[in-house]
């Protein structure tokens, strides 16, 4: 009896919460439908769904690869989030498991510089680092696409927090039962960091894949883009005045983006929380 | 602790080996190729379409050679790139060729086409003007490509040749509809064409000093033709966006939601677009006269030399490589990819096949009447602001004033005075 | 434990990758980029040798060119944060309440509905909006005219509707990532509170200026701070979906300070832009630390 009435009460606002939900989903949905469109049509048309359906707009992307190698900025983008994702996951938590735990020489230096950077907004940096890497003959390589992320001091200070209020007791246990420095930070503090270094690597992957004007600096050949950076030239581009066209890129653009993120539900929403500093 | 140091191993060797595999093709060093042929860095813009059609004609002359190898680069942005690298060879706008020159960017160029036997003779003059900076060949044209009129055979029969012409049109399409337009005027995009043709159309030289002088109340005046085709004789709908001249022409009128037009001024790089479309109803021609007289503007393709090319044996590559390119059977190519090239004996052969290279042949229709860019340091930056801010408010502020406009051309002016200034002292 | 020098030397090992990245990825080019500031720098022809403060002055002299670049976008950038950044706390608030008053079998998938959108990236995001509010025959004009409305609005082409269409698209794009840290903030609140309110007879009203709104306070504050930062960073979505107009009005900082730099050449001038926004920006936030620990004490 309780349960019906408090779903009864709820009826008013799980309607507005699916009216809500209705606009939030018509951008996807209006997406998806118009890359099933045909030019004219998709043009100017006000219903949802197409007339005609027709999948020349996908062919047509199989056809342009010179132009717009779509596949092959997936591919870039998946290595660079990769390999992004990793080096600074593992780097940011040695550092901070250092900085937390073991007494580093000039501590309070790095951590004064570490809070320093997290003030400074990043477009200071910007200009400067894309002419070093064009000074040393590196732009339009994955290196400039992958390394300025590992500077981002966020990682260490999330890693920090998070060791600082983790208790030392089972640390301690190990030691005295003669554990080896590597065995105490595999056995105890991977485990322990393990919500928190999820937490990281949503955290760095949303900001690679998400980077447009970075790459937008580094890269020159068609072949070194992201798909982020990709699908700009496209709507700059002289040849997809076609919305229909540019839909169904958006759509292959989007789609593994949307699988990973619906794969990854929980742990992304278990992080996002985890950076909540209360 | 084997499992982390496996990681790190991995991390590590991902990395290096993208590192190495990354890239590529950078190599503007002046040494040989692997193969012994000397190689000749050749850097472009041309990333859409006709990119292809220039890589023909690269491949072609890697093909037929044995000493010199042609490597191309094609590249978005690639002034950014051209500016910060060493390249033998490099495509420059028309309307950059004076910033580059002065920029100390890019050299004297007769020498060179000399050795390859091409003569200014071999050009149609328009192609010459944009390229000869203080009586010097600072480049070798390689096409025009002016503001150009599509129109829709469904609805216009014959093109437009006047203002007039367009007029009639007007208010024929709008007795059968009131979705029906002439042509669309957009408030960005390719305004700098509109805005530099209607100043050719009126006989007025927008360059002083080596700055873009717009603060003249003819200019003024010319513009103001724009605003009156929005909002007093109608021929355009208002309020059309970013590119908006070719999204209408390529609409379907729907009552009251969506307006069409029938006929686009506008940049031959949508003709692909267009041609998807229309089919055999799309009619291409040259531009109307709008103005007091017939003139037609645009931007132009040119090869210049970079200021660092100073070995004897590349030179004489380059000069190889222009001397293929420079061939009807060779530079047809690039007609097929759309552009109208200025090299003469090339655009008897368009001519010939003028059903063929039906959007090389129209513009090449334009050159007798072509106006080339001012030459003035830093072009694009001078005319920044009329570019983003100016046209804008003339076509979209229905009760605009010839003194208020006025006042906008003498804050552009002012404007480009300041970049003109930044120019490096010689 | 954890002491000797075995340990000193693994302290070092563990932390010394990270300060190599920090110190050749954002000390050495905040450095250069100070360096830079001060010299005349111009893309093509390399440095031209030392200014001293030129840079500034000139940027901070009304009349100059480049006055003009830092000023408006500086001016655009800040009504957009004054914009965007009510809506994008408020409203994630009221569906992070929403969904908070679900029955528990609905919360997840309503929260993942809000949340879809924050793993689509800018220039995705930007080419649904740029076609959706396309003025000429676009989705939403036809919609809103078969609804009744008479003329169509130039969404993309006229102020303040350009900015709408902004806000719309940011709106949607980010709101999600806000509304998470909302609900988890609320998921936090001791529930025991609310029965005492119950039985102070506190109505719905009450309850959350009583007790939500106190326990959330401070997440609220980092979801502020956050998205202040975000918004003064406006660049895809103006440079993608309005391009910076109508006439310059949405032309965002830092995509003056990219013309300042590939347009002009000025990389000099680029470089003290930079950092100019970089100090505005550090005393925005200051002073919302020191506003916000100020009334906490």
Redesign the interface.
């Known amino acids: 009896m309780k349960m019906k009435r ?2 009864r009460k ?1 009826i008013p ?2 309607i ?2 699916t009216i ?2 209705i606009l ?2 018509l ?2 949905i ?2 998806v439908f ?1 890359s099933f469109k045909t030019l004219s049509e998709s ?4 219903s949802i769904l197409p007339q005609v359906w027709t999948l020349e707009n996908y062919t047509g992307i199989f056809t342009s690869v010179s132009e717009a190698p779509i596949f092959r900025w997936l591919f870039n983008t998946t290595v660079i989030t990769a390999v992004g994702t990793i080096i600074v996951v593992v ?2 938590i ?2 901070a ?3 937390a ?5 000039g501590k309070k230096v ?1 951590l004064g ?1 570490i809070f320093a ?1 997290l ?11 894309f ?2 890497f064009k000074e040393v003959g590196l732009l339009d390589s994955y290196i400039p696409l992958i ?2 992320y ?2 981002s ?1 966020m990682g ?1 200070f999330l890693v920090y927090n998070f060791l600082l209020a983790f208790p030392k007791d089972l ?2 246990a190990a ?1 005295l039962d003669g554990a080896s ?1 590597w065995q105490i930070l595999y056995h105890v503090i991977f485990p322990a960091i393990k919500p928190v270094a999820m937490t990281l690597a949503v955290i760095t992957f949303l900001a690679i ?2 980077d ?2 970075w790459p937008s600096l580094v890269t020159n050949s068609n072949e070194m883009k992201t ?3 990709g ?2 030239t ?3 581009g002289s040849n997809f005045v076609n ?1 229909a066209k ?2 169904a ?2 759509v292959i ?2 789609i593994p ?2 699988v ?3 794969l990854a ?1 929980k742990h992304i ?1 278990k992080s ?2 985890n ?4 | 602790m084997k499992t982390i140091s496996k990681w790190l191993a991995l991390v590590v060797t991902v990395f290096l080996v993208l590192a190495g595999c990354s890239g590529g093709g950078d190599s503007a060093d002046s040494g040989k190729g692997e193969n012994g042929k000397v190689q000749i860095s050749f850097i472009n813009g041309f990333t859409g379409g006709d990119g292809a059609y220039m890589k023909k004609i690269t491949d072609a002359f890697n093909a037929s050679q044995d000493k010199y190898e042609v490597v191309e680069l094609q590249e978005k942005d690639h002034y ?1 790139k051209f ?2 690298g060493e390249y033998d060879l490099v495509v420059i706008h028309g309307n950059n060729l004076e910033t580059y020159k002065q ?3 890019i050299q004297d160029m007769s020498s060179v086409l000399e050795k390859a036997g091409i003569a200014e003779t071999d050009f149609h003059q328009a192609g010459i003007d944009t390229v000869k900076l203080d009586d010097t060949m600072y480049a070798v044209p390689l096409d025009i490509h002016p503001l150009t009129m599509f129109y829709n055979k469904e609805f216009v029969q014959e093109a437009p040749k006047t203002y007039e012409d367009l007029v009639k049109i007007n208010d024929e399409l709008q007795a059968q509809s009131k979705d029906l337009y002439a042509l669309g005027v957009p ?2 995009g390719l305004v700098e064409f509109y805005m530099l043709m209607i100043a050719a159309q009126n006989g007025i030289d927008l360059e002083k000093d080596g700055y873009l002088n717009f603060a003249q109340p003819e200019y003024a005046e010319a513009l103001m033709q724009f605003h009156d085709m929005v909002w007093k004789d109608k021929v355009s ?1 208002a ?4 590119d ?1 001249e070719f ?2 022409f390529m ?1 379907e009128a ?1 009552e ?4 069409q037009t029938a006929v686009a001024l506008t940049g031959p790089w949508f003709y692909g677009g267009a041609k998807e479309k229309y089919g055999d109803n799309l009619g291409v021609a040259p531009i109307p006269q709008i103005g007091s007289q017939l003139a037609a503007y645009g931007n132009s393709h040119t090869i210049a030399l970079p200021a660092n090319v100073k070995d004897e044996e590349k030179l004489a590559g380059i000069a190889e490589y222009l001397k293929f390119m420079y061939t009807p059977e060779n530079l047809i190519n690039w007609a097929d990819g759309g552009q109208a090239p200025v090299h003469l004996p090339t655009l008897e052969k368009v001519t010939a096949e003028q059903e063929k290279y039906q959007i090389a042949y129209q513009n090449s229709q334009q050159f007798d009447d072509y106006v080339s860019a001012p030459q003035v340091y ?1 072009f ?2 001078q005319i ?2 009329m570019n ?2 100016v046209f ?2 003339v076509v ?1 502020t229905e009760k605009l004033t010839t003194d208020a406009l006025m006042k906008e051309l003498e804050k552009a002016t002012e ?1 480009a005075k ?2 003109a200034a ?1 120019a ?1 002292q010689q | ?2 002491k000797g020098a ?3 030397i ?3 090992l ?2 010394s ?3 190599i ?2 110190l ?7 450095v ?2 100070i360096w ?1 500031s001060f010299h005349n720098w ?4 390399g440095n031209l040798g030392f200014v001293g403060l030129d840079n500034y002055k000139m940027i901070l002299t009304s009349g ?2 480049y006055n ?1 670049l830092f000023m408006t976008g500086l001016k655009n950038t800040l009504y957009f944060v004054v914009i965007s950044v009510p809506p994008l706390v408020l409203i994630a608030l009221g ?1 992070a309440l ?2 908070d ?3 528990d079998k ?1 919360k997840t998938i ?8 924050y ?6 995001v ?7 509010f ?6 939403i ?3 809103l ?2 609804l009744g409305m008479k003329e ?1 609005v ?1 969404w ?3 102020q303040p509707y350009a900015w709408l269409t902004i806000l719309i698209a940011t709106v ?1 794009w980010t709101i999600g ?1 806000n509304m ?2 909302f ?3 609320l998921n ?1 609140v001791d529930s025991s509170l609310y029965e005492a309110a119950d039985l102070d007879g506190a109505g719905a009203w009450g309850k959350f200026w009583y007790v939500t709104f106190p326990q959330i306070k ?2 609220g504050f ?1 979801i502020v701070i956050m998205t202040v ?1 975000a918004s ?2 406006l ?2 979505q103006t ?2 979906i309005t ?6 009005s949405t ?1 965002s900082l ?1 995509m003056n ?3 300042s ?7 000099g001038i ?2 003290a832009m ?2 100019l ?2 100090i505005i ?2 005393v925005i ?2 002073l919302q630390y020191w506003l916000s620990y100020r009334k906490t004490d």
């Open positions: 408090s779903t709820a606002l799980l507005l919460a809500i939900a939030f989903l951008p996807l209006w997406m118009t043009m100017a048309s006000s780097v940011d040695l550092a498991y250092s900085l735990r073991l007494n580093v020489p790095i510089m950077a003030a400074i907004p990043g477009i200071v940096t910007l200009f400067p680092a002419y070093m390394m300025p590992t500077a001091t260490v640390e301690e030691y420095q894949y998400n447009y004007l798909i982020t950076l699908i700009a496209l709507i700059q919305p540019m839909m890129s958006t653009a989007t983006a949307i990973i993120f619906l539900n929403v996002v929380t950076t909540g500093i209360k | 950014t500016k910060s920029d100390g960017l408030s960005s709908p309020g059309l966006g970013l908006g999204q209408t609409k729907q009251g939601k969506a307006y830093q694009g930056e920044r602001y983003e801010s804008s408010k979209t404007m300041q970049i930044t490096p | 434990m954890y075995s340990y000193k693994w302290s070092v563990m932390v990758p990270f300060i990245f920090f050749l990825f954002w000390a050495l080019p905040l250069l980029g830079i111009n893309v093509s022809a100059t060119i003009d569906l929403i969904i008053n679900l029955p609905f309503y929260r993942t509905i809000f949340f879809i959108s793993s689509i990236s800018v220039t995705a930007s080419a649904i909006f740029l076609w959706l396309n003025n000429n025959g676009g989705f004009n036809n919609v005219m078969s169509a130039n993309l082409g006229e949607w990532f998470m840290l609900i988890n903030a936090e401070n997440v980092f930062i003064f960073n660049y895809g440079r993608l391009n910076g107009g109508p006439e310059q032309n830092i300070i990219q013309t730099v590939f347009g002009m050449n000025q990389l680029g470089s930079a950092l926004m970089g920006m550090t936030l200051g």
